[in-house]
Every structure is written in C-alpha cells, then in structure tokens.
C-alpha cells in the first residue's frame, strides 16, 4: 500500500467504528425509530451509507456489490431492487427500512469495508487520476470517486449518531 491508500484505509476504517457505535445496543424498533414522518431512522441511515460504499467501490474496481455476490440483498429482505441504495427515497421508503438488526447491519457494513480495504490494498498512487465517471464536468477521477464516499458516509454515520441521540430523550 501507498501512503494515500493508506489513509483511505483510516478513513474508511473510521467509518466503520462510526456505524458499529451508531447502532450498538439497539433493537430493531429503536434501528427503525424517526424523529418524525419526514426523518431518517438509524437502520435507514446506516443502511444507505452502506450501500452508497459498496455501489461506487464495485464500481471502480469492477466488481459485483457484496450485496449481491454475498446475498444480503436477500438476507435484508427489504421492498427495493436489488441495484437500490435508497438514493432519492421518499418517506415511505425510508419507513420500510424496518426490522433490522444491529448485527445485521454492521456484519453488512463490515463485508463492504473489506471489500473496500482488499480493493485499495491494489491502488497506486498513479491510479488516483484515472477518470471513473465522465458523467460529471470535469470528469470524476478515482481520488476524487473515493473522498466523496468517505465524505458522503462520514456525513451519515454522524446523523445516525444524531438520531440515535434522540432516541433517549
């Protein structure tokens, strides 16, 4: 590994601890709990985050989603394709994210950051300015792909903190 790859890996790996604090203790009610009707619940939270990671990871590394190739789209049992990663959910959608375990979701979370940390195990430092999505002006580079996931993750594992905060108010 490289030194940037080497703090992707810390980066990524902080998420991980974010999630598994996030969710540690609770029950599927309190996973599935909203502050209000128009809120994200916990599950929801660190569902989506998840599955953000492990879309855009798969992508630039080419493989199938762990949520395919290792049957959690199964195991979840959620009301979503299967290519879901609740980007753009309504309400309702986020309200159908129920049932779900602690366990449940880091053993997912966890699956993903290790297929993420065996993914960048393999980059180079001259692999960071390929472009991966030319979808975007400019076109979005593989460093760029990669900081935009931690930003994007970071940012939910800390409201699924937030909400697990007010679960004991």
């Given at each position: 590994m490289t030194a940037s790859t080497d703090l992707l890996v810390d980066a990524f790996g902080r998420i991980r601890e974010a999630v598994e604090e996030a969710v540690d203790g609770l029950g599927p009610?309190?996973?599935?709990?909203?502050?209000?009707?128009e809120t994200n619940s916990v599950g929801w939270l660190v569902w989506h985050l998840t599955r953000i990671q492990d879309d855009h990871v798969a992508?630039?590394?080419?493989?199938?989603?762990?949520?395919?190739?290792?049957?959690?789209?199964?195991r979840f049992g959620l009301p979503f394709a299967a290519d879901d990663t609740g980007y753009g959910h309504s309400p309702e959608d986020v309200a159908a994210v129920r049932d779900l375990s602690a366990e449940l979701l880091t053993d997912y979370h966890e699956a993903v950051h290790d297929a993420t940390v065996q993914y960048l195990a393999g980059v180079e430092d001259k692999d960071f300015k390929r472009v991966v999505d030319r979808a975007w002006s400019p076109p979005v580079t593989l460093g760029v792909r990669l900081v935009s996931v931690i930003s994007d993750d970071l940012q939910h594992a800390g409201q699924a903190a937030y909400v697990r905060g007010l679960l004991g108010r």
């Open positions: 009610d309190e996973i599935a709990s909203r502050p209000a009707e992508g630039v590394a080419g493989t199938e989603q762990v949520w395919t190739a290792d049957g959690w789209y199964e």
